[in-house]
């Protein structure tokens, strides 16, 4: 009913920036919170930032900095800039966002797009 498409990943270089961008379609009513995960190889699935819809940004203390988060609502998406990219941000991220449903089954529910690949290397 609901499909976050992730966009942005690739390969850059130490200290190089990538934007990353989320586009949710679907039989969305509205939008809660959006938000980012990463997940590197071996390692568990970890918060990198999330926003409410009024524009409130929350980020774990290590990924405050280099991460920013921003989203259109009109638009359905969300965006995560991110700079001075080092080797250990390589990681697949992924994109979620809390759908309020316009169809059946109606209710509210927690979506994750399929992942975008960030490789940080020379």
């Known amino acids: 009913q609901v499909q976050l498409v992730e966009s942005g990943g690739g390969l850059v270089q130490p200290g190089g920036s990538l934007r990353l961008s989320c586009a949710a379609a679907g039989s969305i009513r509205s939008i809660n919170a959006m938000g980012w995960y990463r997940q590197a190889p071996g390692k568990e699935r970890e918060l990198v930032a999330d926003?409410?819809?009024?524009?409130?940004?929350n980020y774990p203390d290590s990924m405050r900095g280099r991460f920013t988060i921003s989203r259109d609502n009109a638009k359905n998406t969300v965006f995560l800039e991110m700079i001075g990219l080092k080797p250990e941000d390589t990681a697949v991220y992924y994109c979620?966002?809390?759908?309020?449903?316009?169809?059946?089954?109606?209710?509210?529910?927690?979506?994750w797009g399929r992942g975008t690949q960030v490789t940080v290397s020379s």
């Open positions: 926003i409410t819809t009024g524009g409130t940004t």
């Open positions: 979620t966002a809390t759908v309020v449903l316009s169809r059946p089954p109606y209710g509210t529910y927690a979506y």
